[in-house]
Structure formats: C-alpha cells, structure tokens
C-alpha cells in the first residue's frame, strides 16, 4: 500500500506541475526535453514498485487527469474541449497530441521497463510469441522516441551574414515583463534599424523575412518580431488576461526602445503587415518620436466591415460554385463578428481560394504564409504548434483588435507614411484601404501598388519593394549611425 501510495502520488505530482508549467504542452526544447526526462524517471519507479505492467496504464491516466485539471485555469482552442473540424483536428494532434508524445509515452515505456526488471528471475506467463512481440513492439516505441527527442532538440538558427560588421542572431528583447523572439539580420550594424511587425496574431514570418526581405539587409538592420504568442513567443502568451490591444501595442513601442538603446539610434523605421499594420500604425500614432517612417502593406484598416466584406464574398462564392456545406455553415452563423475563434474557420479556410490570383512572376512561395515552415530560422516544436498559436491568440487578441477603425481613430500621422498594397488585394481591406489612405493627413505620404501582388506583395516582389524602401531612406534623411 505505500509503495502504490508512493508512486501514484508521484505521477499526480509531476502532473500538477507540468500542466502548472506548460498547459499547453511543451512549447520550448527545454520543457520538452525536461518533459522526457521527469516522466522517464517517474514512470521507471511506477514500473517497478506496481510490479505490474498494468502501471502502463494506470500511471499515465493519473498524469492526464493531473494536467487536464490544471488546464482548466487557461483559456485557448489548444486547451479547450477537442472540436470535430479540420482545425479542431489539428489542434488536437499539435497540442494534446505532442504533450502525450514527450510525457505520456515516455512515462508508458519507463513503466514497462520498470515493471519488467522488477519482475526479472520470474517464471513468464503466456505464449513465447506474444513475449517476444511486446518486447519488439517496445523497443521500435523506444527507438521512436528518441528520435523525436532528437528532433526536438535541434535548435533553431539562422544563417551567417558576410562581413566583419554583419549581424545575423535569433535574439530575445525584453517588452511589457516578457521576452519577445526576434530575428535580427543585416550587413551593417551601424545601418538603420527597421522593425517589421508581421500580421495575423499568432503568426510568425522569421522563415520568410529572411528569404524574402535579403535584399533589405544591405540597407538596414532588419529586425523580424516574432508577436507575443506567435512563433518563439507562444510561451509568453500566458496570462491571456493580459493580452489585450493595449499591450500588443505597448510591446511594439518596448520593443522600439529596446533597439533603440542597442542600436544607439534615436528613430527607427517600422514595417507592419496585415494585423501587424494596425498595432504599427497605433504605436506611430502614440509616440511619433521614436520613428522615422512608418511602411505599411497588406495595410489593415477595420477588421470588423473587413470581416463582413470575407464574409459575402465567401458565400457568394460557395452559392456560385455550388459547395451547399459551405453556404449552408455561413448562413447559419450569419455574418461577423463571432465570439468564437472557430466560427472564423469557414473564412480562414476559404478566403485565399475565393481571391486566388495568376502568381506568375511572383517570389515562389511569398503569397503562402506557410511556405516558411521548412525554414531553420524556427524550432520543430515552433513549427508543429503554428496553427495552435495562431488560434489561441487569435481568441483572445482579436476581439479586442477588431474595435479598431483607423478611419475614425488615426486621421493623422506626424511620421513620413508610405503603403505597398497589392493591385490583387483582397477586397475586404482594399475596399476599406484607399478612403482611408485618400483622408490620413501625414508630413508626407505615398502610395505604390504592386501589379502582380496580392496580400504578401511586399514578399512577393522583392526587387520593386527594396526599391521602395531605398526612396524611403533618401527621403527621410535615413543613414548609417543615424
């Protein structure tokens, strides 16, 4: 009775603290390896002590329970119950799925291990065959695993830049308590730093900064922000409580001061993409100050009328082409906002087929916004989680972001203001773009539309918009050690 008081107390033990620790699975190489580790040397005594392979099941069960229970204090699709759709699938396999793989099989193998040493010497039950197929199937498990231990190991890193002055570091800064992944890369460390603010919450582009934007490197110090929850800053999403507009805007504006100091800069520049555009211009607008020029493309102006224009475009589409499933699910909703992140999946799904566009003559891959998956620039476990960061931010940023209309809110900038807007933009944000480009009041503003750009035109057509970039350094005085 101790002994099974003793190890099952362990089991629960160590699931309070990892669903305390990481509730939404191991996120970083350091939980995950941790992960593997505590759970060996917690199911190897269960083994061992029980006697029994019965401990298999049963110290895993105690586990789940433990960090379920822990879980319900964290709010999030990748916490949430399972949801029988295509991203609920998914969520369920990245989240779920990737905790039992480095905690519970581990856990399962170091009991099998545990109770068959315990169990050594003794005469063994049943046919020969079946022995021999538990043992075989238990080593391929254990050989499967540590392959995947492996795997999850390799760090993520970034090519070298050319130069005794280059600089090219996956990086850590400091905003609002937390620490923000970041990709740092140029030339000249001394050039202008541009801190580029990518899109949709919980997303990352590290992977398509640096392939897409090298070009850029030789004119400034290209900073890639990895947004809280997104990419290498999914771990600082928690407490959700405290994400919120407000502070994803104040996180632009730390992260601003921080490489100012570094960089020993006054001003910066600042690129925002989609969603990323809004905090961009927000923080521009709360302390011009701190910024030379603010770039935007892919420009979003409110979220909101954006999502309804999604909408009609998307029904209108699944009627003509006759995906009754489709028109019946968007009927039935009716058209945004949701409360649910998982009511957006209909137009997450479908909006990039419903503005398809000839991408010829493109960058290849700039238009997908998973085409940097492969890069290195990002760690295995960044990679199987993308979809879950994105929803999980997602559910609690966006309801605050999509109060905002620049139209209303920000009829002036004090900063030099220029756009890269796709000719193919989505309709959603165009339609809503240009009036309020046409009244924003700026020192100075400019526009360039990109012919054969979508919603990536900036990555897109890298050549015409390093060109941009070059006329925005002219023009804004822009120099090395500036």
């Known amino acids: 009775m101790v002994r099974r008081v003793g190890w099952t107390g362990a089991v629960a033990g160590w699931g309070i603290v990892a669903g305390w620790w990481m ?106 065959s079946l022995r021999y197929a538990r043992r075989g199937a238990t080593g391929l498990l254990t050989a499967f695993l540590l392959l995947v231990t492996v795997a999850v190991a390799v760090p993520a890193r970034t090519p070298a830049v050319a130069g005794e002055r280059g600089i090219a570091e996956l990086s850590r800064i400091d905003a609002g308590g937390h620490r923000l992944g970041a990709l740092i890369r140029g030339a000249d460390r001394t050039a202008p730093v541009l801190l580029f603010v990518p899109g949709a919450p919980g997303g990352s582009e590290l992977g398509a900064a640096r392939r897409h934007l090298a070009q850029l490197e030789r004119r400034f110090v ?72 603010y770039v935007g493309t892919g420009q979003a102006v409110d979220l909101t009328a954006g999502d309804r224009i999604f909408y009609a475009d998307i029904l209108a589409w699944a009627r003509a082409t006759g995906r009754d499933a489709l028109a019946r699910t968007l009927t039935a909703q009716g058209p945004p906002p949701y409360r649910d992140v998982y009511a957006y999946e209909p137009i997450m799904l479908y909006e990039n087929e419903v503005y398809d566009y000839d991408h010829t003559g493109n960058a290849e891959g700039a238009g997908d916004p998973f085409a940097g998956l492969g890069a290195s620039e990002s760690t295995l476990l960044q990679k199987v989680h993308t979809l879950n960061a994105v ?59 990109v012919p054969t750009g979508g919603h990536r035109a900036f990555l897109e057509q890298p050549d015409l918009f390093a060109g941009v970039m070059d006329r925005v350094l002219t023009q804004t005085g822009g120099a090395p050690g500036r």
């Open 391 to 449: 929803l999980d931010t997602w559910s609690v940023l966006y309801p605050d972001m999509r109060d905002v209309d620049l139209r209303a809110d920000v009829p002036r900038l004090e900063v030099p203001v220029y756009f890269v807007q796709g000719a193919h933009e989505m309709r959603g944000l165009a339609d809503l773009f240009t009036p309020w480009y046409q009244a924003l009041r700026a020192p100075a503003k400019q526009l360039t539309v």
């Open 222 to 293: 290209v900073v890639t922000l990895d947004r809280r929850g997104g990419g290498s800053s999914y771990p600082a999403l928690d407490p959700t409580a405290t994400v919120t507009l407000e502070t994803a805007v104040d996180d632009v504006v730390a992260v601003t001061e921080a490489l100012r100091r570094r960089f020993h800069q006054d001003k910066i520049y600042l690129l925002g993409h989609s969603g990323g555009s809004i905090l961009g211009v927000l923080a521009v607008q709360r302390r011009p100050e701190l910024y030379r020029a």
């Open 23 to 128: 509730p939404r699975g191991p996120l970083t190489i350091n939980q995950a390896l941790w992960s593997v580790g505590l759970s060996v040397a917690v199911g190897a005594p269960a083994g061992w002590l029980s006697r029994s392979r019965w401990s298999m099941l049963v110290a895993p069960a105690i586990f789940v329970v433990a960090v379920e229970l822990l879980r319900l204090r964290v709010a999030g699709p990748s916490v949430d119950a399972p949801r029988a759709s295509a991203f609920g699938f998914v969520v369920l396999v990245a989240g779920r799925g990737v905790h039992w793989l480095l905690s519970v099989l581990p856990m399962t193998l170091a009991a099998a291990y545990g109770a068959g040493y315990a169990r050594r010497g003794q005469v063994a039950g049943g046919r020969r």
